[in-house]
């Protein structure tokens, strides 16, 4: 496992767009998918999008695509979450996670190593 700190976090109005990033805290990423997930108040945890640290192609929940966009930079090994459009319901404490497991895994079980977290509020 490796720990994972996210930033990039705040207070927005519907419609606007925030830029989260994550990297890994002490030591280099070697797991082969990064992910994201969200959790709401009183939800479960949901998977919101991921990438391939080989080829950076991602994949998103259909609840985000066309609206969030996840990149990576292998050189500061960072990964980005560009949130555009962003509704009310977007409002959740976002967390980004790795795993070594490839397939596109969108399933919290399958990830091992989760940042602490970053609150994401969007107002009406």
């Known amino acids: 496992q490796v720990q994972l700190v996210e930033s990039g976090g705040g207070l927005v109005q519907a419609g606007g767009s925030l830029s989260l990033s994550c990297a890994p805290s002490?030591?280099?990423?070697?797991?082969?998918?990064m992910g994201w997930f969200r959790q709401a108040p009183g939800k479960e945890r949901e998977f919101v999008g991921g990438?391939?640290?080989?080829?950076?192609?991602?994949y998103y929940a259909a609840s985000v695509e066309g609206r969030f966009t996840i990149s990576r930079e292998i050189t500061s090994n960072t990964v980005y979450l560009h949130l555009a459009s962003l509704k009310p319901e977007d409002t959740a404490v976002y967390y980004c996670?790795?795993?070594?497991?490839?397939?596109?895994?969108?399933?919290?079980?399958?990830?091992?190593?989760w940042g602490q977290g970053t609150q994401v509020t969007v107002s009406s």
């Open positions: 996670a790795a795993t070594p497991r490839g397939g596109r895994p969108v399933a919290r079980y399958q990830y091992d190593s």
């Open positions: 990438t391939s640290w080989s080829d950076g192609r991602p």
């Open positions: 002490g030591r280099t990423v070697s797991s082969t998918t």
